[in-house]
Nanobody, 115 residues
Framework: QVQLVESGGGLVQPGESLRLSCAAS????????MGWYRQTPGKQRELVAS???????NYADSVKDRFTIFRDNGKNMVYLHMNTLKPEDTAVYYC?????????WGQGTQVTVSS
């Protein structure tokens, strides 16, 4: 089993920045990738950003040039640095961890962008 613990959500004003952190622990031995998804009420969970074990990144078009994902392999942690936040970025953000074709999810952290 893999456990994921997220931190860093909160309330910010439009244009401000926020950083999310996710720590993975447990039976970690062959990571496919790590990343972040988000979900708003009534909508499907959507990919925000992901990073593979080799460092290849993938971003949703809506966050390109504003968000940056990076990971610390030694600590099994993944971060999402979010710049120039917009009200439409408001959502619950979930950490994702993939290993040998299995997905693991964090409990989610709320990000609210509002003036």
């Amino acid at each position: 089993q893999v456990q994921l613990v997220e931190s860093g959500g909160g309330l910010v004003q439009p244009g401000e920045s926020l950083r999310l952190s996710c720590a993975a622990s447990g039976s970690i031995f062959s990571i496919d990738g790590m990343g972040w998804y988000r979900q708003t009420p009534g909508k499907q969970r959507e990919l925000v950003a992901s990073i593979t074990s080799s460092g290849r990144t993938n971003y949703a078009d809506s966050v390109k040039d504003r968000f940056t994902i990076f990971r610390d392999n030694g600590k099994n942690m993944v971060y999402l640095h979010m710049n120039t936040l917009k009200p439409e970025d408001t959502a619950v953000y979930y950490c994702w961890f993939g290993q040998l074709g299995r997905d693991y999810w964090g409990q989610g952290t709320q990000v609210t962008v509002s003036s």
